[in-house]
């Protein structure tokens, strides 16, 4: 653990001078302080007191069973102030903070109780997103006649600035669309030249399910509404940016253009498992 020790010349009242030898004049220091005097593990713990100019000064952090550690703080300049930033590693314990203070050759000691806590358990990782896992349990999101269509319908493939992030799934106009899973309606909008007529679910399972090119007046489901597994969404249509009816279908991870995080995955396993469980 990393403690980082600022030490302050201040002024103090009451000196706590517990011993001296040498027979030079004395040094004089006051008010030695810790602060805090409880300490979590890689906190910063001040130590303030008053001492002769040009006394060299130092703390020792002594416990029982443990190896003392030493803080040089040079010496107290011509004004009877000096500040030092120290780095120790301690591990937790019950410590005296022991300040020497040396003006030559003699020396006072000046201690305090210092009390190095733990710090907290750290917080439980979060669960990892939902990724892809190939399944049946979950409804095909068309419920008619389809097809899984050629490489052009495929994710990933190159598209006018930018690459498919779906699956299309080619079906006759007015084929409804459901849900695969229970969630709650996160998105419903429409854009011209691109989605056409959309809806956005997001899933129980932590990712988010996209329906594009829905016909024109089939959503039947609003903004904040809960959804079954298997609920009517809409109908496949041919809207926006689409060259025949078909329904374009996505899967996201970490919301849906929500953070920097966010992705779309390849359906296409998921979809097929459906289908096979149909």
Known sequence: MIVVFAVLIA????????????????PTAQGFTASPSTVTEGAAVTFAF???PKALVRVDLIAPGKPAVRARLGRVNATGTLKAT?????TPGRYTARLVVTVR???QYFRQTLTVAPKAA?????????TLTATGSKTFPVQGPFTFGGDGSKFGVGRTGHSHQGQDLAAAEGTPVVSPIAGSVYHVAYQAKGAGYYVVIAGVDGRHYVFMHLQAGSTVVAKGATIAAG???ANVGNTGGSDGPHLHFEIWVNGWWATKASAPIDPLPELQAWAAAK
Not at 11 to 26: K, V
């Open 50 to 52: 008053n001492a002769t």
């Open 11 to 26: 002024l103090f009242a009451a000196p706590a001078a517990q011993a001296q030898s040498g027979g030079a004049a004395a």
């Open 231 to 233: 609920q009517r969404l």
């Open 105 to 107: 050759g003699s020396k």
């Open 122 to 130: 750290p917080a439980s990782a979060p669960a990892p997103p939902a």
């Open 86 to 90: 120290w780095t120790a590693t301690l």
